[in-house]
């Protein structure tokens, strides 16, 4: 289940996935999986942070859990909003969702590092998943946490270089681009269930 929504995450169209994207179809499968390094470098340092800080806090103050899930579930609704507007705009107009990536003499690793870090979307939506899954009582408490760590990391470095692996699949591209209004729209609803669950607690 934790998986699935770190999934549901890092999919979802925001700058990370759409600078990779961009790199990917405009740069090459090299390029796109350094830059996927460099997101999943910037991630790392997120959840160490998330996980790290919210499994203390929350032992402190358990207070804190009630009030972090209702500001994500505000930002993750937020979010979703903007996503169905821009693919209801993306409808009407047929025109791709988001602009094209301007050139940079940074290298994709670099960039990638830099978008990730400086993502608002990360660190919160990291806290706010995480959350749940740290607090209570665990088998294994003293690794626990690491594993949730590793789970994080390991999907974005495996999962976004197979995305650029992909993206290199002429069909594929072609439909991706297409259908640049229908994702947005499905992520949208999918990031309004998640803040609506969250929400209910």
């Not at 999934?7 to 996935?17: A, H, N």
């Not at 993306?90 to 993502?119: D, E």
């Amino acid at each position: 289940m934790f998986a699935g929504l770190i999934v549901l995450g890092q999919f979802s169209p925001g700058p990370d996935m759409v600078l990779l994207t961009r790199t990917a179809l405009r740069e090459g499968s090299k390029a796109g999986v350094e830059m996927a390094s460099g997101i999943t470098c910037g991630l790392a340092v997120h959840s160490t942070i998330a996980v790290g800080g919210v499994a203390v806090a929350f032992l402190k103050f358990p207070m804190l859990r009630w009030v972090l899930q209702w500001v994500a579930a505000l930002y993750l609704l937020w979010l979703a909003c903007g996503l169905l507007q821009s693919a209801y705009v993306a409808w009407r107009t047929g025109l791709p969702h988001a602009p094209a990536a301007k050139a940079s003499c940074h290298p994709p690793f670099v960039r990638g590092l830099l978008c990730n870090l400086f993502n608002p979307k990360v660190p919160l939506f990291l806290a706010a998943v995480c959350a749940p899954f740290l607090a209570g009582s665990h088998p294994h408490p003293g690794w626990w946490p690491m594993a949730i760590w590793g789970v994080v990391v390991g999907l974005g470095i495996g999962l976004w270089s197979l995305w650029v692996v992909l993206l290199q699949w002429r069909p594929l591209r072609a439909r991706y681009e297409r259908a640049a209004g229908w994702i947005d729209g499905l992520f949208g609803t999918a990031l309004a269930a998640l803040a609506l669950r969250l929400m209910i607690g």
